[in-house]
């Protein structure tokens, strides 16, 4: 069984940062893309950023462009650093894996994570 793993989520004042991370086995990264979603209370599945296996391409939401950042390492680890964050930011982030980086649709992801907890205080 495939198992993403989210951490970093937190709780920080509006203007903060947070770095989230995604963690699976390197089997699981290899020749695969890995996608962040977003889901706020009462909103649907929001796309948030995708980045390419190789870490060559990446995907952002337009509204999120110039505050969140994906990379990725040479292995294991998928990340997503958020800056200046404001309280509509606040969800649970989720990490899910899709055979290709330019795809924003959630239903074309197929193994998520567990979801980590944003929480911004104005």
């Known amino acids: 069984q495939v198992q993403l793993v989210e951490s970093g989520g937190g709780s920080v004042q509006a203007g903060g940062s947070l770095r989230l991370s995604c963690t699976a086995s390197?089997?699981?990264?290899?020749?695969?893309?890995i996608g962040w979603f977003r889901q706020a209370p009462g909103k649907e599945r929001e796309f948030v950023a995708a980045?390419?296996?190789?870490?060559?391409?990446t995907n952002y939401a337009d509204s999120l462009k110039g505050r969140f950042s994906i990379s990725r390492d040479a292995m294991n680890t998928v990340y997503l650093q958020m800056s200046s964050l404001k309280p509509e930011d606040a969800a649970v982030y989720y990490c899910?894996?899709?055979?290709?980086?330019?795809?924003?649709?959630?239903?074309?992801?197929?193994?998520w994570g567990q979801g980590t907890q944003v929480t911004v205080s104005s």
């Open positions: 899910a894996e899709s055979s290709s980086w330019t795809s924003t649709v959630a239903t074309e992801y197929g193994y």
């Open positions: 390197r089997h699981t990264f290899s020749r695969t893309a």
């Open positions: 980045i390419s296996w190789t870490g060559a391409y």
